[in-house]
C-alpha cells in the first residue's frame, strides 16, 4: 500500500492549498494527490473541494432522471455490456408510450433533467412517422410533455440531426471520450474515431447546446492518463464533467486488468471540483448504488444522477439493475442522505437559471472565440 511520510504529508497539504487558491500547479504534483491513501490527506482534500462547490453553488444540489430507452447498439467498446458483441444480456427498445409514462414518473418525482440515453442505435437514426428521426421524435415529445430541461446521450450521431435537436431547444449534449489517452482510446472504443467524437461536442456547443464529458476509470487509465484527461476537459470548458468507475458486467472483460485503488473515482471527483469549480459533477448511483452516495457527495459533486423509476424494465449505464427495482434510485431515498450532508435540493428555478446562465456565458465565449480566429 502508498504511505507518505510527515514530509509528504505536508507537501500534499501544500499542494491542495494552492490549487484551491487556483495557483498555477504542475501536473505531476497533482497527480501525486490521485495516490493519496491517509485519512487525514483524503479528508484534506475532500474539505477543500467541498468549499470550492459551496463558493459556486451554495449547499444545493441537483438531481437528474435517467430513462434509457434502447440498449442496441452498432459498437463494440470494451467496457459495455450494450456492446454489439455481447450475446449475453437481453435487450430492449422501449416504445414512445413507453418513455412518455417513464418520463412522467420522473417529472412528478420532481427530477431537474430528463437524461436520454441509448446505444448508438441505427434504427433510432432513421426516419419516424415525421420528417425527424426517431430519436428526434422521442427527444421532442418528452420535452413536450414534461418541459423539463433535456440531455440527449446518443453517442455519435449525425451533425445535422445534433443541430437540428439544438434548434428544438434540447439544452444537453452528452457525449464520453473516456480517455484523452488516444491509443488507450483506441483500445477501449475499438473502430471509432477520437476527433469524430469531439467534433459532435463542439457543433453541439456552437449551437447553443450545454456538454458533458466524462472519463472511465480502472479501465487502463493510468494516474498520469487521468489527470491529462482532467486538464484536457478544463481547458475545453466543458459544463458538466463526469468521472466513473469500471463496474464489471455480463459478457464485459478488459483487455488488460487494471490494479487502480478503490478510492480514485472519489479522489478524481475531488481534484476535478478543484480544477474547475464552476461546473456541474455528478455523483452516479449507478456505480455503488445508494450505499455510494455520501462519498461522491463529500468529494465535491454536486448533481445526483441517475434516478430511475421502478417496475419499468429500465437499465442503468455501468449496473444495468442495481436498486433500481427496490425503489432505491429515487428521490425520497436520496434526500436523507443530502441532509446528513448539509446539502438540500436544488429548487427548479435555480436549475434553470444555472442552465440559463451557463448556455449565455458559453455562447458569449464561443461568440468571442469566433471573432479571434475571424
Ligand atoms: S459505450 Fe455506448 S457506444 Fe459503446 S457499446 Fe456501450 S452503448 Fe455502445
Redesign the pocket.
Known sequence: MFTVSKKNTSLSFDIIDRLAAHDDVGKKDVELLLSLSKKDEIDYLFAAARRARTAYFGNTVFIYGFLYFS?H?????H??????TNTEIRRYRKTMEEILTAADEMKQSGVHLIDLT???DPWMFARGSSRLSRFSEIAEQVKKRTELPVMLSP??MELNQLTELARMGMEWFAC?Q?TYNRVLFKEL?PG?DFEKRMLAKNVAREHGMLVEEGILLGAGSSPSDIIDSLYAMKREGFDQVRAMRFVESKGVTLPAADNSPANQEFLTIALMRLLMPEVLIPASLDVDGLKGLSVRLAAGANVVTSVVPPDRGLAG?ANASLDIEESRRSIEQILPILKEAGLEMASHEEYQTWVDSRRRSSGAKSASENRRCA
Not at 79 to 84: A, E, I, P, V
Open positions: 440498449t447498439c452498432r459498437n463494440d467498446c467496457f459495455c455490456q450494450y456492446r454489439r441509448m446505444g448508438e453517442g455519435v464520453y473516456e472504443r471509432q449505464v
